[in-house]
């Protein structure tokens, strides 16, 4: 069973920035998947980054069109949390964010699909105006 927190949402003028962060505990493995994803009002879940872990030699990431160059994800492997900076903010980021993982690698063209995690937070709210 794995336990994920979120924090560091809030509501910002368009081009400005935000951090968060995802904290982990429980079974995790060495070898791992996580992600966040974001539902805005009236929208799908849509995966944002991603990032695969090995913990030691290879990390590797991912995102969606919509966020490359203004988001950054990396993570504190020693302390199990995952990070997303977010920069450049727009209306349109506005949106619940969560953060899903599970063991193993996943491949990049498979880790913004949200049906490949196990274990989900409770989402940290960003709201960015015009």
């Known amino acids: 069973q794995v336990k994920l927190v979120e924090s560091g949402g809030n509501s910002v003028e368009a081009g400005g920035s935000l951090r968060l962060s995802c904290t982990a505990s429980g079974s995790t493995t060495r070898t791992r998947s996580w992600a966040w994803f974001r539902q805005g009002p009236g929208k799908q879940r849509e995966g944002v980054a991603a990032?695969?872990?090995?913990?030691?030699?290879?990390?590797?990431?991912t995102y969606a069109d919509s966020v490359k160059g203004r988001f950054t994800i990396s993570q504190d492997y020693a302390k199990n949390i995952l990070y997303l900076e977010m920069d450049g903010l727009k209306p349109e980021d506005t949106a619940t964010y969560v953060c899903?993982?599970?063991?193993?690698?996943?491949?990049?063209?498979?880790?913004?699909?949200?049906?490949?995690?196990?274990?989900w937070g409770e989402g940290t709210q960003v709201t960015v105006s015009s």
């Open positions: 899903g993982i599970r063991n193993g690698w996943l491949i990049s063209n498979e880790a913004l699909e949200s049906n490949r995690y196990n274990y």
């Open positions: 990032l695969m872990t090995n913990g030691a030699t290879s990390t590797i990431t």
